[in-house]
């Protein structure tokens, strides 16, 4: 801990060029002191990889300036706060590797500016909210912190939502191991900005949606009892350097076309 815990917090190194992601300033905060009367608001705060226990308390939702805000890698229990939903200028919400349980808030869907969503291996369950849909703006929903964006590990239950098919800016997206059912929406189709998909663990479907998804690199989509043929256009997917396409009912042959040579594959069981 370095920031400043006996006078004004927002000083030293929460006001200057250190990176919040910096590994000698555990508990971190940023603030922006550009304000009239020069009023300070915390801006970005990282409670991530510490030995937080008990619930996250809804006070939070009082830092309505936040832009980043990481609680990952912690004991925190109770529901998430509703009162994340006040948080409208947030760009990155962590709170994956936690004990949380229930459903996912509603509010958080007034979220509209979230580019990097992580809850992976959080502890909620439930269905994934409808409002969620608002969330137009996220890049990356997958379980590795600081970097991408993610769902796996959890309870979710019912049908894939369809409007995740919307999100055309998301480039990372997993969903493994959870307790959906179905089929991968048709709507995906339209995730052509997507570079890494990971979902495991439904009950059917097909292979169609990734026809126009040329910029994946990984495609991990084993155990879903996929069926029907190897679309040809993967073939063309000259960005791709993992695919694993095991434990369906898959048939044909991988189309060879430009796949690259070093590509890591895995068709087994299919």
Same mark, same amino acid.
């Given at each position: 801990?370095?920031?400043?815990?006996?006078?004004?917090?927002?000083?030293?190194?929460?006001?200057?060029?250190?990176?919040?992601?910096?590994?000698?300033?555990?508990?971190?905060?940023?603030?922006?002191?550009?304000?009239?009367?020069?009023?300070?608001?915390?801006?970005?705060?990282?409670?991530?990889?510490?030995?937080?226990?008990?619930?996250?308390?809804?006070?939070?939702?009082?830092?309505?300036?936040?832009?980043?805000?990481?609680?990952?890698?912690?004991?925190?229990?109770?529901?998430?706060?509703?009162? @994340?939903?006040? $948080?409208?200028? %947030? =760009?990155? !919400?962590?709170?994956?590797? +936690?004990?949380?349980? /229930? *459903?996912? #808030?509603? &509010?958080?869907?007034?979220?509209?500016?979230?580019?990097?969503?992580?809850?992976?291996?959080?502890?909620?369950?439930?269905?994934?909210?409808?409002?969620?849909?608002?969330?137009?703006?996220?890049?990356?929903?997958?379980?590795?912190?600081?970097?991408?964006?993610?769902?796996?590990?959890?309870?979710?239950?019912?049908?894939?939502?369809?409007?995740?098919?919307?999100?055309?800016?998301?480039?990372?997206?997993?969903?493994?191991?959870?307790?959906?059912?179905?089929?991968?929406?048709?709507?995906?189709?339209?995730?052509?900005?997507?570079?890494?998909?990971?979902?495991?663990?439904?009950?059917?479907?097909?292979?169609?949606? @990734?026809?126009? $998804?040329?910029? %994946? =690199?990984? !495609?991990?989509?084993?155990? +879903?009892?996929?069926? /029907? *043929?190897? #679309?040809? &256009?993967?073939?063309?997917?000259?960005?791709?350097?993992?695919?694993?396409?095991?434990?369906?009912?898959?048939?044909?042959?991988?189309?060879?076309?430009?796949?690259?040579?070093?590509?890591?594959?895995?068709?087994?069981?299919?």
């Amino acid at each position: 801990m370095r920031w400043n815990l006996t006078g004004d917090p927002c000083t030293g190194a929460a006001v200057d060029s250190t990176d919040i992601n910096d590994g000698n300033y555990n508990p971190a905060i940023k603030c922006d002191c550009n304000f009239p009367n020069f009023t300070c608001h915390v801006t970005a705060l990282n409670l991530g990889q510490n030995y937080l226990t008990g619930p996250l308390s809804p006070s939070i939702g009082n830092l309505i300036r936040m832009k980043y805000l990481t609680v990952s890698f912690n004991a925190l229990s109770g529901q998430v706060p509703a009162e @994340i939903g006040q $948080l409208t200028d %947030l =760009r990155l !919400l962590a709170f994956g590797t +936690n004990n949380f349980d /229930g *459903s996912l #808030p509603s &509010e958080l869907g007034n979220l509209r500016r979230l580019e990097h969503l992580y809850f992976g291996s959080s502890g909620v369950g439930g269905y994934i909210p409808s409002t969620f849909a608002n969330l137009q703006n996220l890049q990356r929903v997958q379980e590795i912190l600081y970097l991408m964006i993610g769902a796996s590990d959890n309870e979710f239950k019912g049908r894939i939502p369809d409007f995740i098919g919307k999100w055309s800016q998301l480039q990372s997206l997993n969903l493994q191991g959870n307790s959906f059912e179905g089929s991968i929406p048709p709507s995906f189709s339209r995730l052509t900005s997507l570079e890494r998909l990971r979902i495991s663990g439904l009950s059917n479907g097909t292979l169609h949606f @990734i026809k126009d $998804l040329k910029s %994946l =690199r990984i !495609l991990f989509l084993r155990s +879903n009892r996929l069926s /029907g *043929s190897i #679309p040809n &256009e993967i073939g063309e997917f000259t960005n791709l350097t993992q695919l694993s396409l095991g434990n369906n009912s898959l048939t044909g042959t991988l189309p060879t076309g430009t796949l690259p040579k070093a590509m890591n594959t895995t068709l087994s069981y299919m």
